[in-house]
DNA sequence: TTTGTAATGTTATAATATAACAATTCTACT
DNA sequence: AGTAGAATTGTTATATTATAACATTACAAA
């Protein structure tokens, strides 16, 4: 099997890429839709021996730091981001009807909240956006 | 002493203005920072007689509702609205230094994300944006 | 003044997340 | 290879946030 984007990221920065972080990275990278943490520890059943919450809250706290995963706040759930190299930011829009969630990659934070950043010498780490609705087909 | 913005807002409405609402909405509007559901159970004793969650939760669900609080997802915690009219948006600068936040109260969905819900044809209910970083003082 | 609805009270529990410390594994260095 | 130090994981327990379910009360309209 060809060595994941993932594993690669970690080589070259000399991180580990551990069971756990590869099986929890693994499964909500399946998942199509977001997944919340105690969805990944059942689901990671056949992989890990009888995992507990914080194996997995470890994980996903390392991938979120490497820009791997995001958490929807608003779900409290977590989904795969292909990109590898951490943005700041996150953009998401989430159908309330199907759970089908489509994630937005803005480079920049968007002008009018740049202004108010700016003005005010806020130094940002990280920004989110969630737009909830109906997509197409639910509505 | 005068009849709230919020009360005089459910008398117009036909809505009312009951005991635990109007004193789980006093206690998010005197916070100065933004304040979890079971901080708020803690400040009510005084007011009601051994409140439970739910009290607060459905008082907050009902202020949400109508535009009174915000919750700042990211935080788990609620603050007040001066506006009673619902936008459907709301935006905060949160500084993880010393918990203050502040209130953007943008009319619009942002130009770029805009462009992609109408472009999908996606029918939202309602937006928020949450930025963290440091605010002048603690960086 | 009844009658239906909305709101609240109450009990219990679900769902999400982290603290604390022990055990293990890996890496770098000798 | 052997070992010290650091990072990671294992494990137990518990903290934090939120809601389900049903009984009771208060209110508004006929």
């Known amino acids: 099997m060809a060595v994941s984007q993932a594993e690669q990221f970690c080589n070259e920065k000399g991180l580990r890429y551990t069971e756990p972080r590869a099986a929890v990275l693994s499964v909500i990278q399946k998942s199509k839709k977001p997944i919340g943490a105690y969805d990944v520890l059942a689901q990671l059943g056949d992989r890990l021996d009888n995992p507990k919450p914080p194996t997995i809250y470890r994980a996903i706290e390392f991938w979120m730091g490497h820009g791997f995963v995001h958490k929807i ?5 977590f989904v795969a981001c292909e990109a ?5 930011g996150s ?8 759970g089908a969630v489509e994630e937005i990659h803005l480079c920049h934070l968007p002008e009018a909240l740049d202004k108010k950043i700016t003005e005010s010498q806020f130094d940002m780490t990280r ?4 737009i909830h609705g109906l997509c197409v087909k639910c509505s």
Chains 1, 2 share one sequence.
């Open 73 to 77: 706040e608003s779900l409290n759930a």
């Open 84 to 88: 590898g190299h951490a943005h700041k």
């Open 91 to 98: 953009q998401f829009i989430v159908c309330d009807g199907c």
């Open 127 to 130: 920004w989110s956006a969630e």
